[in-house]
Structure formats: C-alpha cells, structure tokens
C-alpha cells in the first residue's frame, strides 16, 4: 500500500503539535507501508520528501496555502490512499481524492469554527480557512479525531458527516526521548535555578494556549516558585507585544518570572520540564493536548484546564490535576493557581503524580500502536 501523506509541517520546519503528530506518525507508517510525503517549505533531502513554496502572487497566507494544495493534489498520483494533516493540506487531500479516485483520510487536529481568535492572524484568510477545512471534512472518506472530545466537536461542528467516519485514534509519544533528564545544562543557559520548585507553561503565543492565563494564575502563584513561560510563534506581532510587556510588568512585580520566547529542541525542553515541580497547561481549546504528555513523560506533574482531549491524557488526582475552564479569566486564574499552589506546598504528592504520568505515557500513547491503528483504518478504505 503506498499511502501519500500531506502536510504543512515536517522536519526541519515544524512549529506546533501536528508536526510532531506527522514527523513521529510518518517514522512508524514506514515500517508497515510505503509513504511519500509532501509538505511546505524548504527542498527537504530526506528520500520520499518533496516540498512546495507557494504562489509567489499570492500574498495572503490562505492562498497561499491553496497554492501549495494544488501541486500537492497532483503530487499523489499512483497512492492508494491521501492522508492529511491541519486545514493547510486539507484541501488538497480533497482535490487528490476527486483527481485520483483514491480515498481521503484527515487527522482533525483541530476545528477551524473553534478558532475564531484565527480572524486576528488571517484576516479576510479565515474565511478561506474555513472553506478549506469544511469542503474536506465533509467529504472526507475517514476523519482520525485525536481524541474522543475531538470527535464529539467534529459531530457538532459538523453535523451532516456520519458518525461511522469519524474513528478516534489518540496522539502518542515517543517515551525514549521525552524521559526524565539529570542534566542541567539547558537550565543554566536559560536562567533557570534548578535548586528552586519551578513551574513551567510551553506553548505558542497564541488565544487558544492561554499564555495570558498563564501570566494571570503567574501573579499568585507561591512566590518562591520560578515561573517558566517557554512562550513562542505568536500568531501576530500585536499578541507577542502583548504578551511580553505583560511578562515584562509580572517580572517587575514578583520576580522569578523566566520567558524564554524561541522553540526550544527537544532535548532542552526535556531538562526544563523535569527540572518542573508543576506543568501548567491553561489552554482554552485543545482537541488532544501534547504538552501534558510530553511533561508526563517527563515525569511532572500536570495542572491542566478540563478542556478537549486533555481529560483523556490527565487523569484527575493520579497525574496532576484538571481545572474547568470558565470566561472570567480572573476566576480562572484565581482557580489554576490554587492547583497549582497545592502541589508545590506538597512537593512529595507532586513527585508521586509525576511517576504516575510517566506511566500512564508509556502504556497508552506508544506510536508504534498508533501507527498500527492507521493503517488498520486505511485499510477499511483501500480494495
């Protein structure tokens, strides 16, 4: 079975957690079935790889994108099957299942109607965004969602696909890399005090991961705690000026404030979330929730808001522990805080739920059997 895989992110360009999901999916794909990639960006030298620069007319980043999807499309000629991954490629897995005739697998990482805050990034470009990600979805011959909460917002979100198409296949990890680290060195280099409880949030800047309540829970947070904000790719200028003078004033205010805004590797990242007393994860949506299985793994305990797929990973007073999200971000805040607070007052407690994360990483999200569950459901699809 040759199965085309379609994608905006792949190494060495990769910026959020679907390229993490496609580099990790597309290793284990691999070893079971033949792939062909093909992404945006940069002429990749790894076999099987072909990447596309957009439209050089096209100055807006949705079509751009469309310009992508297109040579993409026609990209797939001879799979058995197109798989594609975010809003970006989605089209041109639908285009590629008209041209072809082969079936069209989409991974839902998330839902384009769930990100209004996108408007503030694309413009007139949501929109298309929305187009883009609906004609496919609907159309789609399978929808992987990446967790239960996944499938029951595709359902709402869209309401004319069959439930029988829409299979929940979960995100996994990759439990030899992401592990407790005793190296400090990265901590050093970040002006990070490994002798000091600290307490991490790492995402981008961006409304749906809740870096502003971060900073928010931030200001009660017990004040001998380092607050670690690995905080970068903000969705526009406006938010990563934003969200910097706010750590800049909570800095002057408490100290022990630690913003590292660049996309840190793996292996630094690795050392910062070990080194966490608490991982703080505040997002407002997030249909899986990779950052708590990372910090899991990393042997750290969660404090995450009860929203999407994050249920599904954190398990409520055995590896940390979920918040309810609500609208009042003060309330919120006020509310991640006291989770928080709680464990670094019990270092032990947070120990042990630590221990218990790793655990529950390594029997429940191996990629090997994710991977397996794949082509499992492509097969379903392919004569």
């Known amino acids: 079975m040759r199965v085309a895989v379609l994608t905006r992110e792949y190494p060495p360009e990769i910026y959020g957690g679907a390229g993490v999901h496609v580099t990790h999916l597309v290793e284990q794909l691999a070893k079971l079935v033949e792939v062909d990639v093909q992404c945006f960006?940069?002429?990749?030298?790894?076999?099987?790889?072909?990447?596309?620069?957009?439209?050089?007319?096209a100055e807006e980043a949705a079509l751009q994108a469309i310009s992508v999807d297109l040579p993409m499309a026609a990209g797939c000629r001879g799979a058995d099957v197109v798989h594609t991954h975010t809003w970006y490629a989605n089209l041109g897995g639908h285009l590629a299942k008209l041209l072809h005739g082969i079936p069209h697998v989409m991974t839902a990482h998330s839902l384009e109607p769930l990100r209004p805050w996108k408007e503030e990034q694309l413009g007139g470009g949501y929109a298309v965004s929305l187009f883009c990600e609906r004609t496919a979805v609907e159309a789609a011959d399978a929808i992987v969602a990446v967790s239960s909460g996944m499938r029951d917002d595709i359902l709402a979100t869209y309401p004319t696909v069959d439930p029988d198409r829409v299979v929940v296949i979960h995100n996994g990890i990759d439990t030899d890399a992401w592990r407790p680290h005793e190296d400090t060195g990265a901590l050093e280099r970040y002006g990070i005090d490994p002798a000091r409880p600290s307490v991490v949030f790492v995402g981008r800047i961006t409304r749906q991961k809740g870096v502003e309540h971060a900073l928010g829970a931030a200001q009660s947070i017990t004040g001998d705690a380092q607050v670690v904000l690995c905080a970068g790719a903000p969705d526009t200028p406006e938010i990563g000026a934003e969200m910097r003078e706010r750590a800049a004033a909570l800095a002057a205010h408490?100290?022990?404030?630690?913003?590292?805004?660049?996309?840190?590797?793996?292996?630094?990242?690795?050392?910062?979330l070990t080194a966490a007393t608490v991982f703080l994860c505040p997002s407002v949506y997030e249909p899986f929730g990779l950052t708590n299985l990372e910090a899991m793994a990393c042997e750290t305990a969660v404090v995450a808001s009860a929203v999407g797929g994050i249920p599904e990973i954190v398990v409520e007073d055995v590896t940390g522990h979920l918040v309810p999200y609500v609208d009042d971000p003060a309330e919120f805040a006020?509310?991640?805080?006291?989770?928080?607070?709680?464990?670094?007052?019990?270092?032990?407690?947070a120990a042990?739920?630590?221990?218990?994360?790793?655990?529950?990483?390594?029997?429940?999200?191996?990629?090997p059997a994710v991977a397996a569950r794949t082509v499992g459901l492509y097969e379903t699809l392919v004569p």
């Not at 404030?257 to 590797?265: A, D, N």
């Not at 390594?362 to 990629?367: I, K, L, R």
């Open 41 to 57: 960006g940069a002429p990749r030298d790894a076999p099987g790889v072909r990447a596309y620069q957009p439209w050089s007319a």
């Open 352 to 367: 042990t739920m630590g221990r218990a994360g790793r655990r529950r990483a390594m029997e429940h999200f191996g990629w």
């Open 254 to 272: 408490r100290g022990g404030i630690v913003w590292i805004e660049e996309m840190l590797s793996r292996a630094d990242l690795a050392q910062i």
């Open 334 to 349: 006020a509310a991640l805080a006291g989770r928080v607070n709680a464990l670094l007052d019990d270092p032990d407690r």
